[in-house]
């Protein structure tokens, strides 16, 4: 039995003042509604009515039950009321969202800008952090996250891949020369990036990964600094500071201002899987719904 539709055929019966009339108004034939009601009095083990040929009228918890299924089918209505006016609203409220420090600052700060005008109503609050905070514990509505995942509950929607380009600036190479394979880099002033211990890439700093023809190398690197900035690397590498492995997402526009210059073409970085993440159920608030639209339609992968 749905317990549901017969509080509802109940209903009817009593407003309609019969089953005939019931049966009308529910689109459905009077034994329908006759089957809907002794179910109901089966379950509850108590008479809601009392029948004869002429009339039909409530007994006395027949009337108490009329009254709790009026409460209870208006909290229904109202709650399905309540879910359609949250899609149909207009997306606003604050959004949480947090994010790696790089590709935070370089790539989804300057597009939020956009973001902002299509949507005024809503307020950002971001933080840019290489840890990965929990989002249910820690109140945030959405993350970018970098490597593996580990498995949870939250949707995880890929982006494009987070790679990265060894690089150095032109008054470096002029001063010390070009490497020509990544055995040369050992010879090299190489600025490290010191990952965290509970990183997936916290050996990544000294041992540098290259793939190329031959498959991939690791080279034990080392120079004048290590930093856990990638921001700060970048403005040592452009200053001429050293040879640098670092997301194309920070190097970008001096690699094409020739501020910096791409070393070892014929061997690739490693580079991180990125995703976006958020709580199922919270993807009915339309704040959430139009960040997701917005970043799958700048970075899905």
């Known amino acids: 039995m749905d317990l549901f539709q017969a509080m509802t055929v109940y209903v009817k019966v009593v407003d309609a003042g019969s089953m005939t009339a019931a ?10 509604v006759g089957n809907h009601l002794r179910a109901l009095e089966q379950r509850l083990g108590v008479s809601l009515l009392k029948r004869t040929t002429r009339k039909q009228s409530l007994t006395e918890f ?9 409460e209870v089918l208006g909290l229904v209505a109202g709650s399905e009321q309540l879910a359609e006016q949250v899609h149909s609203e207009a997306p606003k409220g604050l959004l949480r969202i947090t994010a790696p420090p790089a590709f935070g600052a370089e ?9 902002s005008r299509r949507h005024p109503q809503i307020q950002l609050d971001v933080m840019l952090s290489n840890q990965s905070v929990d989002l249910i514990d820690s109140g945030f509505d959405v993350a970018i996250r970098l490597g593996e995942l580990h498995p949870s509950s939250l949707i995880a929607r890929p982006l494009q891949n987070y790679t990265m380009t060894l690089c150095a600036s032109p008054d470096y190479l002029t001063r010390r020369g070009t490497p020509h394979a990544p055995a040369d880099l050992q010879q090299h002033d190489c600025l490290a990036f010191a990952y965290p211990s509970t990183d997936d890439w916290r050996n ?3 041992q540098w990964r290259l793939r190329g023809p031959e498959g ?11 930093i856990n900035s990638s921001q700060a690397l970048h403005r040592a ?15 970008g526009p001096d690699l094409r201002a020739g501020k910096l210059v791409a070393l070892l073409p014929g061997y690739q970085p490693p580079y991180r899987s990125m995703h976006l993440l958020y709580a199922q159920d919270r993807y009915r608030l339309p704040k959430l719904r139009a960040f997701v639209d917005f970043v799958l339609e700048h970075w899905a992968r």
Do not use: H, N, W
Not at 23 to 32: E, N, R
Not at 62 to 70: F, K, N, P
Not at 107 to 115: D, G, K
């Open 23 to 32: 049966a009308q108004s529910c689109g459905m034939s009077t034994t329908m």
């Open 216 to 226: 991939e190398v690791e080279i034990a690197v080392s120079g004048p600094m290590t």
């Open 107 to 115: 790539r989804l700060a300057p597009a939020l800008s956009e973001f």
């Open 204 to 206: 990544a700093g000294k």
């Open 62 to 70: 027949g009337s108490l039950y009329y009254q709790r299924c009026l």
């Open 237 to 251: 590498a452009v200053e001429g500071m050293g040879i640098v492995m670092l997301p194309d997402a920070l190097v």
